[in-house]
């Protein structure tokens, strides 16, 4: 019945999108790989996935049509100029057709501002309108995602590649990850790299709080849950069911940050998922209605980092990760609070990456698009419909979709992604 009011409404109809179920398989078929000449990235991609057993073709099989790739990957690192770039249409006309729904693309390049000559720069720079413009094009869930990977990263990139591989990717598209060098250890395995970890996760009562302390401790951590005291008995439920802790502490009380540290002794990651919403225009907002929207998604974040860094309570190694939106890079009417709030998270991330890699601590933040909650669930039909539809997989995402992005950039094989904001969102047509 819905396929059929989608249909006289005009609607785009949405693909059933891959998600992960612990046991799965990196990927649902073979992976092509194809690389620019001179490319640096195929050959150590090309042995990662092989490890993960993963077959991979080199070469696109003869009328390579009707869903035969799960993945095409192609290492750009070798175009240094605007010339080169014929090389990616090389690769991607012949199979443009060929890849299976809710398949991923993955082109790897170098960061423009590491590049070796301003024409290699410019051609870097490029390969982010062919990944965005495919995640447009292909449809059928499928996904395109750019990873720009700085020189001595190449075996870094392995926990990027299997995010973005595999099922835990789905809502994540037309997005630009930044890799960097140096080594990231491998965990001992794969289906739980954050065994051994202490995570803790503010605003873990429900919704995408709520996924995400199940994710983290689904991969292995430990984990303690943070709410108000006003959703005690949900985040006991919550604790509970991911054999964690409950911890309830209202973060803007002025003594919170001091009650917290004083109850912990030493956290591996932070997961900042607190906040509220308290709609208006700016012409008609109360000043309590900034204030409050400002203190629990921004301010309390900053007092809890400080703190924890001062008393040393963020082990070596350790990840804090951001929840931010994207109502703070495309703004959104009635919202200014909200939106300030969430901009600001992701000037923390930008501003504090080079701060904590002294510690060798990174920080990253993920941006939701419309995500199926209680909180959306109450929007008017209409406003719901257009917030699920307009976005390249037209369907709105699941809390699980937040939650994946983040347990990757806990990993420990995440040690050298730091800064990053990546976008949850299906590739929405709002913002860049």
Known sequence: MGRGVVKRLGLPDPPRLRRYRPGDPLTDGPVLLGAADGGRLAGPAGKLLEAAGVEVAETAAAGSTGNRYAALVFDATGITDSTGLRALYDFFHPVARSGRTSGRVVVLGTPPESAASPREATAQRA??????????EFGRGITSQLVYVEHGGETAVESTLRFLLSGR????????IRVGGGNAPSPADW???????TALVTG???GIGAAIARVLARDGAEVIALDVPGAGDSLASVANDVRGRALQLDLTAADAP???????????????????????????????????????NLSSQERINDLLLERGLINAGGRIVGVASIAGIAGNRGQTN????KAGVIGLV??????????????????PGFIETAMTAKMPLFLREAGRRMNSMSQGGLPVDVAETISWFASPASATISGNVVRVCGQSLLGA
């Open 169 to 176: 990717s789905a809502y994540v598209s037309g997005q630009v």
């Open 191 to 197: 289906d739980r790299p954050l065994a051994g970890k």
């Open 127 to 136: 390969l982010e309108g062919l990944t965005r413009s495919i995640g447009k």
């Open 204 to 206: 873990a009562a429900r």
């Open 350 to 367: 930008q501003s504090m990456a080079p701060v904590l890699a002294e510690r060798g601590i990174t920080i990253n933040a993920v941006a």
């Open 338 to 341: 909200y939106a300030t709030s």
């Open 258 to 296: 001091v009650r917290l540290a004083d109850r912990l002794t030493g956290l591996d990651i932070i997961v900042h998922n607190a906040g509220i919403t308290r709609d208006k225009t700016i012409a008609r907002m109360d000043e309590s209605r900034w204030d409050s929207v400002i203190d629990v």
